[in-house]
């Protein structure tokens, strides 16, 4: 025991911890209980002591560190710095770049001291270890870890909203949505955050509208649920909290639902047919399309410029589609003759109407958009669907007579008697005569 002690005030710490292991066994047989204590007190001192010199002094080979005050943590459990040593040991190992065995060495500080000091900061370094050499996975369950064991703590919003991140991050998109609901739950009063998690779920639930699933699946309550039961889809949550807090909701998301709401009514409208009695058959479309264009322009007032310009066409189709379904409408059977062909003028005027109603939206877009989104396709549909309608309707009428105006001969030019008489054009024919010009050709022919 004397050689140890002169060892270890020299500062061997590593002879001197191998001279108390020596006097520890001679203690032993000669049954010197208290030699035996202060042998058994002072190895883990003389270890400990030589892996804090050994750190000080060659402070970059830190796997011998770690593997230094990995010893004293195990072989000396009891130690009163044992937790310590066990966590030196996991930050060597870090830096060493061994993030499995510095993982390991935080477990089992967690596990074997779970009243230690650094505990809480051992939480922390296995995921910080995992994040930083790539492993996402393990690092999102290791910021869960430490947010489930220490929820009161400043730092767990963002350990719940770092694991969601990484656990989306790592494909893991359903267990990223329950991280994130977890955070909403457990922090109301954040509504800042809450809505940029519910975009992103919205966003998803938006991806999902189809033929298959309308845009009310989404929104819709089941019959039967009771008041203040949860809402039908992360949309919908959205989109109620939007009411409370506007200036926090996306633009882009309100307009895109107003317009899948429109494009939804707008398939009710397009099925119903105008059948005897018209008046009633009107009445009926006519409300759908109220409703519809209703839908749309809630989608244009919003000034989101994909969403607006998709149902400024929309709206200008719905209504050119209820002047053909007025010139398609069913007939009275009993009409016939003169009377026949007044009730079709009347019908063919109430359908102009219309037409040129969808024609002013789609000639009001084109005026508005056309120069400052060439390329957008909804700006070309309606620039195609307007022309194809001009030129139908002008394609049979007949072309104006543009008179001939005499011009001042240049000075030294040719006298007017000298110039060439002009000929007269041709008669201008109407659509009657053109058509019988062509079928007169034809026969020619």
């Known amino acids: 025991c004397l050689r140890a002690d002169a060892l270890f005030r020299l500062g061997h710490y590593e002879a ?8 520890l066994l001679a203690a032993q047989r000669a049954r010197r ?14 270890y400990y002591r030589h892996a804090e010199s050994v750190a000080a002094s060659d402070s970059t080979n830190y796997r011998r560190v ?51 000091e650094y505990l809480k900061d051992a939480y922390l370094q296995i995921p910080h270890t995992w994040e930083a050499h790539g492993e996402k996975e393990k690092a999102a369950d290791g910021y869960t870890a430490f947010a489930n064991r220490y929820p009161d703590d400043p730092s767990a919003g963002d350990a719940w909203l770092k694991a969601a991140e990484l656990y989306s991050a790592a494909g893991r998109s359903e267990r990223a949505e329950e991280v994130w609901l977890t955070y909403i739950r457990k922090f109301p009063d954040d509504v800042e955050t809450a809505m940029e998690i519910l975009e992103k779920l919205a966003r998803r639930d938006l991806a999902t509208v189809g033929p298959g699933r309308p845009i009310s699946s989404l929104l819709a309550r089941p019959r039967g649920a009771r008041a203040g039961a949860e809402a039908p889809s992360h949309l919908a949550e959205y989109l109620g909290r939007a009411v409370s807090h506007p200036k926090l909701a996306s ?22 047919r105008l059948t005897l009695p018209l008046q009633k058959s009107i009445a009926a479309k006519q409300k759908l399309l109220d409703s519809l264009i209703a839908r749309y322009r809630a989608s244009v007032e919003l000034g989101v410029p994909e969403w607006a310009h998709a149902s400024t066409f929309r709206i200008g189709e719905a209504l050119v589609g209820f002047g053909e379904a007025l010139e398609k409408s069913e007939r009275p059977a009993d009409l016939g003759g003169n009377d026949l062909q007044a009730y079709e003028d009347v019908i063919l005027q109430q359908a102009q109407g219309f037409y040129d109603r969808g024609e002013g939206v789609w000639a009001e877009l084109l005026r ?19 022309w194809q309608r001009l030129a139908n309707r002008f394609f049979f009428r007949p072309e104006v007579e543009f008179p001939l ?38 026969s020619e022919r």
């Open 16 to 23: 001197a911890g191998a001279a108390f292991e020596a006097a």
């Open 33 to 46: 209980d208290s030699l035996v204590r202060r042998a058994e007190q002072a190895i883990p001192v003389c």
């Open 66 to 116: 770690a593997a230094l005050f990995e010893q004293v943590a195990t072989r000396w459990p009891r130690y009163e710095h044992a937790h310590v040593a066990q966590y030196r040991a996991g930050l060597a190992y870090v830096k060493a770049g061994m993030p499995r065995l510095a993982v390991q060495m935080m477990q089992t500080l967690i596990w074997r001291f779970p009243h230690s």
């Open 251 to 272: 633009p882009e998301i309100v307009a895109q639902v107003r317009f899948l709401q429109g494009e939804e009514a707008r398939t009710a409208y397009a099925e119903a």
């Open 368 to 386: 508005q958009k056309i120069r400052q989104a060439p390329q957008d396709p909804w700006v070309s549909r309606a620039q195609t669907a307007l």
């Open 405 to 442: 105006v005499a011009g001042t001969p240049p000075p030294g030019g040719r006298r007017e008697k000298d110039r060439p008489k002009a000929t007269a054009d041709p008669p201008r024919r109407g659509p009657k005569d053109a058509h019988a010009f062509a079928q007169e050709k034809g």
